[in-house]
Structures are given as C-alpha cells and as structure tokens.
C-alpha cells in the first residue's frame, strides 16, 4: 500500500499560522487541489489534533467516504464519532494502522498530518511519497512539518504551480 504525506506548509516550513490549528491561511488554489487530490486515496489516517480540527466537515461519516483512521491516545473518547471500517479512532502505531489497511484491501492512503502523526509514519519508514504545497507565506512560529530528528532523503518526482497563485506542489519519493 502507498502512504502518501500531503500537507500545505509555509516557506518556513510550518503548517499552522502561528498557534492557530488548521490550514484556513492555505489559498483557495491549495485548498481547490488538496480537495480533487483527496478522490485519489481510499483511506486517510490523521492525529486527534487534526482530527478535532475538521471534525465538523467530515461528520457523520458517510458510507461512500474513505476510510479514515484517528490517531489518538485515547480511542474510546470518541466511541459515538465511530463508524466501523468508515471513521475509526486508534492507539495503534503505524505498523498496525499499515497492516490494518492492508488487510481490508486499502491501496493508497493519504497521510494527513499533523506533526505527530507526519513523525510517526516517517519513523517507522512507512511513507512513500511526500507531496507539499510552498505557500508563499512566511509565519516565523508554528506547528513545523515534523517535530522530532529526521533524516529522510528525497527524489522530487514532479512540481507545479497551482492555477492562479503563487503556490507550488512539490512531489517528492521517499528514498530508502
């Protein structure tokens, strides 16, 4: 299965303004791509951050939504947002999210951040792809991209600039 990261970043490298959660700064170019890019996936995994961050647009979960698994410390806070095999909250770590997915026939997963969650499946060696909108934006403070030491090496695969914008997608594989 391919795990691919997508996140809207600023030039500095962080994907909230400041203190503030969610990505409502992104343009209208990122946000009109990131949502036709989401069709390409049938499952998304996301930390409880983000999570609460776009709870309202994605509940209740719908029957033709992909499957979407909650990283959380504490999964049975959220026993009533649950939808079996549609939206699932879990304290697995990316090795049983990975062979979960697998086993229920999932072949391409978006990886939807935020830091935690980025951190975590980069660690484990789980991410295939990197795909990162440059937002010509600069914050100087916020949440980065990743939180802990990393080392990853990159081939860029393709880039583009978004209709309308100064906003550039990167798309890079990630090296073993």
Same mark, same amino acid.
């Given at each position: 299965m391919r795990i691919v990261l997508i996140v809207a970043q600023s030039l500095d490298g962080f994907i909230t303004c400041h203190e503030v959660p969610g990505v409502a700064w992104a343009s209208a170019a990122d946000q009109k791509w990131f949502r036709a890019t989401l069709s390409e996936f049938d499952a998304q995994v996301m930390a409880r951050a983000t999570f609460e961050t776009v709870r309202d647009q994605i509940l209740p979960a719908k029957p033709t939504d992909p499957t979407r698994i909650i990283m959380t410390r504490t999964p049975d806070r959220y026993t009533e947002d649950s939808a079996s !095999? +549609?939206?699932?909250? $879990? &304290?697995?770590? *990316?090795? &049983?999210?990975h062979h979960k997915l697998v086993d229920a026939g999932h072949k391409n997963c978006a990886l939807l951040g935020g830091s935690v969650a980025h951190d975590a499946f980069l $660690? &484990? !060696?789980l991410v295939n792809e990197i795909w #990162?909108?440059? @937002? *010509?934006?600069?914050?100087? +403070?916020? $949440?980065? #991209? #990743?939180?802990?030491? +990393?080392? +990853?090496?990159? @081939?860029?695969?393709d880039h583009q600039r978004l209709p309308e914008s100064d906003s550039i997608v990167a798309r890079y594989r990630v090296l073993p």
């Open positions: !095999g +549609q939206l699932e909250f $879990t &304290a697995d770590l *990316p090795g &049983a999210i $660690t &484990a !060696g #990162v909108t440059i @937002e *010509p934006r600069i914050f100087g +403070q916020g $949440t980065p #991209v #990743v939180r802990m030491k +990393q080392d +990853q090496r990159l @081939e860029l695969m």
